[in-house]
C-alpha cells in the first residue's frame, strides 16, 4: 500500500487535542451516497410536513376563537390566558428538551412530541370548562416544545456544515406556510363540521405521522455509516467531537452585547408574530 506524503506548514501547531480531529477532504471529491440522499429527503419531507401540522394546530384556538367562547361561555381575557400558558409550557419545556435530545436523539423525541401534541389537540375539543382548558393548552405546549431543536438536530445530523442552509430555509418556509394555509383550511373545515371535529381530524393527522416518524427515520448514530459516508458528513467540521460548553462559556454568552440584541430583537418578531396571528381571526370576525 502506498504512502502519501504529507507536508506541514511548519506555522502550525500539531497538539493531541487536534489530532482527534476528522481530517477534512478536499471540496468535490466526497460525494453523498444514495443511502444519504434518500435519508435526508425522508427527514426533510417528514419534517416540513410536521412543521406544517404543528403550526396548524397553533392556529386553531385562535381561527375559532368566536366559537368557542360561545360555546363555553369565555371572555377575552380567558381567551387570553389561554393563549399564554400555551407560550409558558412550551417556553419553559424548551430547557430540558435540550439535553434530553442529547440524550435520546430526534426518533424518540420528536415522535413523542407530536403523539402527545396531537392528543392534547383532541382532547381541547372535549373540555367543558376554563381549568380543563388550561390543562390541555398546557400540555400541547409542552408536546410541541421538542419540535424545532429536533428539526435542527436533524439537519445538522444529516448534512455537512456546507449543506446545512438549503435545508434550513426548507424547514423554516413549512412553519410560514403552516401559518399561511391555516386560516382558509380551518375556518372552512369548521364551517363544515364544527370546530370539535376540526382538531379530531388534526390529531389523526398528527398520529399518523408520528408513527411515520419513529418507523422511517433513524439517529445518525444508530446508522452504521460508511468511511465514505462519514467523510461527507464530516466535511468542512472544524472538530467534530467538541465538548459541551462548560458553565462559564455559557456564563460568558449572556455578557455578549450582540447575544441580547438577537434575543431581544427575536421576542420582538415573535410578539408581534403571534398577536396578529392570535387576535385578528377574532378581530376580523367581529368588525366584517
Sequence with gaps: MEKENITLDPRSSFTPS???DIPVPPDGLVQRSTRIKRIQTTAMLLLFFAAVINYLDRSSLSVANLTIR???????????????????AYGIAQL??????????????????????????????????FTQFVLVRIGMGIGEAPMNPCGVKVINDWFNIKERGRPMGFFNAAST???????????????????PWDVYYHWCAGIFLAIGWYMLYRNREHVE??????????????????DPLSFAEWRSLFRNRTMWGMMLGFSGINYTAWLY??????YLQNSL
Design 96 to 129: 430540558p428538551c435540550g439535553p434530553l435530545l442529547d440524550r435520546k436523539g430526534p426518533r424518540l423525541m420528536l415522535g413523542l412530541g407530536m403523539f402527545f401534541w396531537s392528543l392534547f389537540q383532541a382532547m381541547s375539543g372535549m373540555v367543558h370548562s
Design 225 to 242: 455509516l460508511t468511511a465514505v459516508e462519514q467523510a461527507y458528513l464530516n466535511a468542512g467540521s472544524v472538530n467534530a467531537r467538541r
Design 177 to 195: 406556510i403552516g401559518v399561511a394555509v391555516s386560516p382558509p383550511i380551518l375556518a372552512a373545515m369548521m364551517l363544515v363540521m364544527g370546530w
Design 277 to 282: 396571528l392570535a387576535w385578528l381571526p377574532g
Design 70 to 88: 360561545e360555546e363555553l361561555g369565555l371572555s377575552a381575557t380567558e381567551i387570553g390566558a389561554l393563549l399564554s400558558v400555551f407560550s409558558l
Design 18 to 20: 487536534s489530532s482527534a
